[in-house]
């Protein structure tokens, strides 16, 4: 892996990166508010550094986030298991619930689910879910 490619895995860079015009903006306009006369250098300058406290706070959070792996949208989605709510068919799909939220479903094997049968997400696709029957626990 190349050494680019290595320094943008990291979530503190990556956050920074973010931030960055943000930053930038911050410190042009400090600097615009000192020249028209509104505010003192120092004042400025405190501001400046509290804008940027905050988002050293915020990095932190970031990246203890960045590092817990918690899957986010439709890949929470893959695996997560759920039941169904309405049969699917091979030709019709149906509804299962999932997480507490209705989902359109299709048989990821082409199989007929009754409605209470415990499945498992094995896919998704926009908003359809392609599942199969759960294992038994």
Same mark, same amino acid.
């Given at each position: ?6 320094? *943008?895995? #990291?979530? $503190?860079?990556? =956050? ?11 410190? +042009? &306009? ?5 020249? *028209?006369?509104? %505010?003192? *250098?120092?004042? +400025? ?9 905050? !988002? +050293?706070?915020?990095? %932190?959070?970031?990246?203890?986030? /960045?590092? @817990? ?5 439709? !890949? $929470?989605?893959?695996? *997560? ?7 699917? $068919?091979?030709? #019709? ?7 507490? /939220? ?5 048989? @990821?094997?082409?199989? #007929? &689910? +009754? $409605? ?13 879910? =392609?599942?199969?029957? @759960?294992?038994?626990?």
């Amino acid at each position: 892996m190349s050494r680019l490619r290595r320094l *943008a895995r #990291h979530p $503190a860079l990556r =956050y920074w990166l973010i931030q960055l015009p943000e930053v930038l903006l911050v410190a +042009a &306009l400090a600097v615009l508010a000192v020249r *028209a006369g509104l %505010i003192g *250098a120092g004042t +400025a300058a405190l501001l400046f550094l509290l804008w940027t406290s905050k !988002d +050293a706070v915020l990095c %932190i959070v970031f990246v203890r986030a /960045e590092r @817990a792996g918690h899957p986010l949208g439709r !890949d $929470a989605l893959v695996h *997560a298991r759920g039941e169904v709510v309405t049969p699917i $068919a091979p030709e #019709h799909p149906g509804q299962v619930r999932i997480h507490g /939220e209705l989902w359109r479903a299709r048989s @990821a094997e082409g199989r #007929h &689910l +009754a $409605a209470g049968e415990r499945i498992r997400v094995l896919g998704v696709e926009g908003m359809t879910v =392609y599942v199969l029957p @759960a294992e038994p626990p």
